[in-house]
């Protein structure tokens, strides 16, 4: 997924539309720092909404 504005877009646009869904987030150290961006910490992907039931950092 990448940058961080695209995970939280992505998470709004997909997670957030399924009720009942597991919400989960995976931070990939490669992929999501290719670009020069920095990791999102535990503490950014805490305050999506709804708030992840699942953290993977990979």
Excluded: C, F
Excluded at 12 to 17: E, P, T
């Amino acid at each position: 997924m990448g940058r961080a504005w695209l995970k939280r877009d992505s998470y709004r646009d997909y997670i957030v539309k399924a009720p009942g869904a597991v919400y989960r987030v995976q931070a990939l150290y490669h992929n999501d720092t290719k670009k020069g961006d920095p990791l999102m910490q535990p503490a950014d992907l805490l305050k999506l909404n709804p708030e992840p039931l699942y953290i993977q950092y990979q």
